[in-house]
Nanobody, 116 residues
Framework: QVQLVESGGGLVQPGGSLRLSCAPS????????MGWYRQAPGKQRDLVATITLGAPNYADSVKGRFTISRDNANSKVYLQMNSLKVEDTAVYYC???????????WGQGTQVTVSS
């Protein structure tokens, strides 16, 4: 079964930057939306950013700091995170939504820790 593989997480100081990447382990057809979600300890999983063929969509908490981009030829999605804050600490998950079964793919998650 095809899986999404995230990379690029780590430990960074407040104000720093990280770039997350996500790519499928095989071919995925009919991708409609690519996105990033995050889940902090004890909290629900929340949307960070999504991108279709049109304009990207961001959570208010990351607007102006994070940028989502996609490589359609290779079915990859990226999240450039700048001016990181302690409250950005979470496990970040990649998500693809497709117009054919199985409709929804998730990655295993990558830990982002912002701490001094």
């Amino acid at each position: 079964q095809v899986q999404l593989v995230e990379s690029g997480g780590g430990l960074v100081q407040p104000g720093g930057s990280l770039r997350l990447s996500c790519a499928p382990s095989g071919s995925i057809f009919g991708i409609i939306v690519m996105g990033w979600y995050r889940q902090a300890p004890g909290k629900q999983r929340d949307l960070v950013a999504t991108i279709t063929l049109g304009a990207p969509n961001y959570a208010d908490s990351v607007k102006g700091r994070f940028t989502i981009s996609r490589d359609n030829a290779n079915s990859k999605v990226y999240l450039q995170m700048n001016s990181l804050k302690v409250e950005d600490t979470a496990v970040y998950y990649c998500n693809f939504r497709t117009k054919v079964s199985p409709w929804n793919y998730w990655g295993q998650g990558t830990q982002v820790t912002v701490s001094s």
